[in-house]
């Protein structure tokens, strides 16, 4: 007695190239199927492969299935194959170019659907058994869209390698910092078996919306990296002819002349070196015929002595370095000016219309569509087994921290736009990467010193990134990074203090406000200049029952170079100039950081909410996203504040949120362990606060 049992097998590319005809190649790909389910007292002892060639082969190709061939392209196909075993056996194909094709390549995407298997019993067939109710499993809402891939696959449109049923599944993100997501899945479920590490999990995050924007344009110089470094001179050197080493015959076409004879031709002196021919009496030919000039017999010699004018070094404009070009002065000479302040002359000459030393980089202005962010996709870092619970515990971390193997050269810059500071990270990377990095912000300035550093140090570092330095938002798309404008979306929501304390953690930290800032820089004699006023107050300084002072250094002095606040450059400071300088900086501080406002915290539990009758005033809070405004009211203190959603973690099963966290901090908390201090193996005492130590044991 027989039986036909059908299973289902996963789609695989094939890719085949061959040069010519007489040296063809061959691509193989080899799937292992592991065969359950066969019943008691039955053997395999056949299978039927139906599969389709979804695209059609370019070139004359064949392909074989175990060494059978005949198979149709863009056709459904079906092959029987003899198999011995029950449990494991193997499906070889292979594409393989004609020995008299053309030359070409070819490619095409096999796609194995059903496998019929014959089984042959020994004997009768068993009875049919009762069949057992399987045991009950929530069926999560929409788990099917959890999906794993390939550690080196690049197309996440399709489920990949398959679908995943976890029984949790939750993202973590904080505001420019740590993406991650952690899933749990039984030891029964076969996937988690197919599972490594480096592998790719694609889940729900929260929605975000980019609508589309306008990148700002820039343009620099830069000192290309095969150059050690570029003089920066005080003028552009002059040559002048001193003395005049004497005076030679004119050149005559009917004068023999021997081998080291010295003319005047055209303005120049030339040395005849004689032919390498000769007629057959021994007389050298072309000394009659051919002028000065020609390269076999006439070399130019001078007949003067030069000297150089050229004025002092200024500096030197190193690797990568970028600086501003003020004029073109002619024949390859420059007037520039670096970063650093100095205006002077580099020489940067074309050769075959190629600048040698310095090039110019244009990012011009263009339009980046919008998009919606619905999934993302997360590299797998760890895999535990839990005997005791039989679950499988996968930690990831989002795709864009791949980009911590990004390292990059030389990459130092002051002053540059967002535009150009990108474009430089991503020309200094020291291998391809094809990453897209985005910005819409036209106004600031950044200082790039990230030299030897990853592309995400340099974009999220909270001390020196660029992020923070512009004070940006980042949203993150899988491999592309968005620095936008500190934009917030305010929805009106408003949250009191004292309601839901049990689901709701507030933290005020008034330890870093200020409401009065003290500037001091430098007079024309390096002794400390401070206004005459003494300080900057803020607006709020009487909305708190002490004054909070912090004095600050601005790098301006008397006499010196430096730039106004309304962007004007200034070679020769004033005393009145400089107060106006330190003044605004000392404004930046309430303008710009907020710091005259305490730092306020809320962590809210929705979980927790969700049970208790007074949720109903915050479950708006579910429909914020990312940096989204929400408004604060401390009735003890009174204090009314702006705080933003800077963190959250996420349930992708459930599509809610579980928890929410809202702050009006200027920066994250540098407790939190960042993917780029994973990468450097480093992380600083400091950073290994309790909550830290958690997330590694994590």
């Known amino acids: 007695m027989s039986e036909q049992i059908t299973y289902n097998a996963a789609s695989f590319n094939l890719v085949s190239r061959w040069a010519d005809?007489?040296?063809?190649?061959?691509?193989?790909?080899?799937?292992?199927?592991?065969?359950?389910?066969?019943?008691?007292?039955?053997?395999?002892?056949?299978a039927t492969f139906q599969f389709t060639l979804g695209s059609p082969l370019t070139g004359a190709a064949v392909l074989?299935?175990?060494?059978?061939?005949?198979?149709?392209?863009?056709?459904?196909?079906?092959?029987?194959?003899?198999?011995?075993?029950?449990?494991?056996?193997?499906?070889?194909?292979?594409?393989?170019?004609?020995?008299?094709?053309?030359?070409?390549?070819?490619?095409?995407?096999?796609?194995?659907?059903?496998?019929?298997?014959?089984?042959?019993y020994t004997g009768a067939a068993p009875d049919d058994d009762p069949v057992e109710e399987p045991e009950e499993v929530y069926d999560y809402p929409d788990s099917h869209n959890i999906s794993f891939y390939a550690p080196d696959d690049e197309d996440f449109t399709s489920n990949g390698l398959g679908i995943l049923t976890p029984t949790k599944c939750v993202v973590t993100e904080e505001a420019g910092s740590q993406y991650e997501l952690q899933l749990e899945l039984p030891v029964a479920d076969d996937a988690w078996q197919q599972i490594q590490t480096e592998s790719i999990i694609k889940a729900p995050v929260p929605v975000v919306t980019i609508e589309e924007f306008q990148m700002a344009g820039a343009a620099y110089w830069k000192v290309k990296s095969n150059q050690s470094g570029i003089n920066v001179m005080s003028k552009v050197p002059t040559i002048v002819r001193v003395t005049n080493a004497g005076s030679y015959p004119t050149y005559s076409p009917s004068t023999r002349y021997t081998r080291g004879s010295k003319v005047s031709y055209g303005n120049k002196v030339w040395q005849y070196i004689g032919a390498n021919a000769w007629t057959n009496d021994g007389s050298i030919l072309g000394a009659f015929t051919l002028t000065p000039g020609y390269v076999s017999y006439w070399v130019e010699i001078t007949s003067f002595t030069l000297k150089t004018n050229s004025g002092k070094v200024l500096g030197t404009l190193g690797r990568n370095e970028v600086f501003t070009m003020v004029a073109d002065m002619g024949n390859g000479w420059m007037r520039v000016k670096t970063n650093s302040g100095i205006t002077g002359y580099?020489?940067?000459?074309?050769?075959?219309?190629?600048?040698?030393?310095?090039?110019?980089?244009?990012?011009?202005?263009?339009?980046?569509?919008?998009?919606?962010?619905?999934?993302?996709?997360?590299?797998?870092?760890?895999?535990?087994?839990?005997s005791d619970t039989m679950m499988v515990r996968v930690n990831a971390r989002h795709l864009s921290y791949d980009a911590a193997n990004i390292y990059l050269g030389k990459c130092e810059a002051k002053g540059v736009s967002a535009v150009a500071a990108i474009s430089m990270i991503q020309n200094a990377t020291l291998e391809e990467d094809n990453r897209h990095i985005y910005t819409d912000i036209d106004a600031g300035a950044c200082d790039l010193d990230c030299s030897w550093d990853n592309t995400v140090t340099a974009l999220l570092n909270p001390d020196s990134g660029i992020a923070a330095q512009l004070q940006a938002k980042v949203i993150r798309d899988n491999e592309d990074f968005f620095i936008l404008k500190d934009e917030h979306t305010d929805r009106g929501y408003r949250i009191e203090y004292g309601n839901n304390m049990k689901a709701v953690n507030w933290s005020i930290d008034t330890s870093s406000m200020v409401t009065r800032v003290v500037p001091h820089a430098k007079d024309e004699n390096d002794a400390d200049l401070m206004l005459d006023e003494q300080w900057v107050d803020s607006p709020l300084i009487n909305e708190y029952p002490k004054v909070y002072v912090k004095p600050i250094s601005v790098n301006c002095k008397v006499g010196g170079k430096g730039t106004l606040p309304s962007g004007r450059?200034?070679?020769?400071?004033?005393?009145?100039?400089?107060?106006?300088?330190?003044?605004?900086?000392?404004?930046?501080?309430?303008?710009?950081?907020?710091?005259?406002?305490?730092?306020?915290?809320?962590?809210?539990?929705?979980?927790?909410?969700?049970?208790?009758?007074?949720?109903?005033?915050?479950?708006?809070?579910?429909?914020?996203?990312?940096?989204?405004?929400?408004?604060?009211?401390?009735?003890?203190?009174?204090?009314?504040?702006?705080?933003?959603?800077?963190?959250?973690?996420?349930?992708?099963?459930?599509?809610?949120?579980?928890?929410?966290?809202?702050?009006?901090?200027?920066?994250?908390?540098?407790?939190?362990?960042?993917?780029?201090?994973?990468?450097?193996?480093?992380?600083?005492?400091?950073?290994?606060?309790?909550?830290?130590?958690?997330?590694?044991?994590?």
Not at 93 to 116: E, M, P, Q, R
Not at 356 to 384: K, N, P, W
Not at 629 to 646: D, F, Q, R
């Open 346 to 386: 580099i020489y940067n000459p074309k050769v075959n219309d190629v600048y040698q030393y310095a090039e110019y980089y244009s990012v011009l202005d263009a339009t980046v569509a919008g998009r919606e962010i619905r999934q993302q996709c997360f590299r797998i870092y760890s895999i535990e087994k839990d």
């Open 64 to 120: 074989t299935l175990n060494g059978q061939s005949g198979l149709q392209t863009s056709a459904v196909n079906q092959k029987q194959l003899s198999i011995t075993g029950n449990t494991t056996w193997t499906a070889a194909f292979a594409f393989k170019a004609n020995g008299n094709s053309a030359s070409g390549s070819h490619s095409g995407s096999l796609t194995v659907s059903d496998i019929t298997l014959v089984v042959e």
């Open 569 to 698: 450059e200034v070679s020769n400071l004033t005393k009145e100039q400089c107060f106006e300088i330190m003044r605004a900086e000392a404004q930046k501080i309430f303008d710009v950081d907020h710091a005259d406002e305490p730092e306020i915290t809320i962590d809210v539990d929705l979980v927790m909410l969700g049970s208790t009758v007074e949720y109903q005033h915050l479950a708006v809070l579910d429909a914020l996203f990312m940096y989204d405004t929400v408004h604060v009211w401390h009735p003890l203190l009174k204090i009314e504040a702006a705080v933003h959603m800077t963190g959250y973690e996420f349930d992708s099963i459930l599509r809610r949120y579980n928890r929410i966290t809202l702050t009006n901090a200027r920066r994250r908390n540098d407790t939190s362990v960042s993917g780029f201090d994973l990468r450097d193996n480093s992380i600083r005492f400091e950073k290994l606060s309790s909550t830290a130590v958690d997330r590694l044991r994590a």
């Open 21 to 46: 005809g007489s040296n063809p190649s061959t691509a193989k790909k080899t799937l292992t199927f592991e065969i359950s389910g066969i019943p008691d007292g039955a053997t395999v002892n056949s």
